[in-house]
């Protein structure tokens, strides 16, 4: 701890989820192959790799050039590319797409968004739950491998996880890990499964089928995590969403399809004591006032820069905490002076009054400048100290 | 540079219309490159177009990269310094705001000098899209500074009138036309004013 600080990342971290005053903001990194360009390899590399140990030196190289920060999200090291491939893809429901397999080498992996899921798979949804689905079924319709392949891949990829929830604890950094397998509120999950167009076509013309399958999976969801999070340790939930939001959707349909969903993750997550994390890509200005229905200091909302942070701070200030939002064209097209004065503005007008996270907009890019990444993380732990 | 962004949900009509622009604007000794925005869908045939002189770059990263705006400055990047092209072509996924699109370019990309934003809008299609995906279509018709209402020929008159008044009062600025891209109706005239402007 610097001499100035006087508090562990933990007790910073929730402080600020509490809507308190830190001693200095927190600092929050959302990050994956966004290692490898800076310390030299290529994204292509870093997707291929098989040496573990190869991926800490990557990110413990940042780590030491930066600073440091105080919650990470998604920061690990994996030693075989197939657990990263079972992984993403039963994360997100979708095929992917790799740089140095299917896209150029320093690009960043794509979800590669078809009709895979069917219609009459909500019914099956619906009886046996999306992850005996996802076990049973739906996996190999997306992912080229055999049952042995996606358990030695799950098996493996538990101990890579094991092993880097002990390393970043050992640092005093509070971790921010999906603990089921899709860390994605169903509504998104479906969406990515069944294709945008589809999915709305189906909200348009099987809203009660659609409904039906939220409900099973909603439930299922809580009774995964709840838990999970308790064998861990963990108080902190995560869960993505970005195709609900007012950018896309209007307004009665993230209120039939969304919302209520939400709530019931939200409340019987917190009845447990346990804080969902919300990451929340592209534009939610016109449904940031629906969240100050829930309990004060119950979730977080992670904001990638697309919705406007400084408007949603007025809405819910003293109600819920907010993360956000240094862009990731910032990160890699922006110059570190340009990081610097945006983090100062986020420090003094989201974080003025506590209830605030420095944290990446959405995920650091592949394309990140490492000074850009340090300046975010210098001007999180020096700048409201040098006020003083 | 000069950029025409050609925007529109998916099945709209985008890489019809791009393609018949993108030649006639190659036939009048114009650069082009067209940068493809792929989401989940089979592309425009980059080599065949090569072999018509036009540069084609995939821009990977679509539906839910929120990295999308850097990819798009590097692509650009990248056309300038391959091939000095007088017009980039960009087709956006469908699930994009133009808008944004011309946000990150004004931000980041100072080689273009002037934009210009087509959205194409399925007129078979409007009255459900606009019901369930309000505030995207609204996204891209009011950063349109042309409107192309498509698929004329499978619609009766009355509803285009409907559409182009529902454009008109969301966008009082653009100008709003009516297309069979694919039975080439009011296409010619449609194309030679982007010829025109744009060379």
Redesign the interface.
Known sequence: MARRETMTSEERVWAAIRLEKPDRVPIDILASAAYAQVTGMTVAEWYANTNEDKHWASIDKVWDYTGGWDLDLTSMAQGNPMVVKVGMGRAMGVRFKFPGVDLPDNYTAQAFEQEVMTLKDYDTIADIGWQRFMDEDYQFRILDITPEDAAKAMEEGAGSFFRGLDRWKKRGVVTLYPVNSSPLHPFFRFSMARSMVRFMEDLRYHPALVEKALKAATREYIEQIIPACKALGFKLSFTAEERAEGFFFPLPVFERFWWPYTQEIVDALWSEGIVTWFHLDQNWDKNIPYFKRLPRSSAILALDSTTNIFAAKKVLRGHLCLAGDVSPALMSLGKPEDVEAYCKKLIDEVGGDGGFILSTGCEMPTAVKLDNWRAMIQTGRNYEFSKR | MKLLVIAGF??SGKTTLLLEVARKLAAASQKIAIIENE??EIGIDGKYLRQEGLQVQEL????????L???L??TLEKVERLFQTDLTIIEPTG?A?PG?VVT?VR??APMVTDIMVLTLLDATRYE?LY??????LT?QIQSADIVAINKIDAVEGANIDLISKNVNQLNPQARVVSISAEKRINLEPLVMELVRELQ
């Open positions: 998916l099945g989401i989940g990977f990263g679509g539906c839910i990269c929120c990295t705006s850097v990819d400055v590097s699930l705001s944004d990150a931000s980041y459900m019901e369930m995906l309000t505030p995207l996204a």
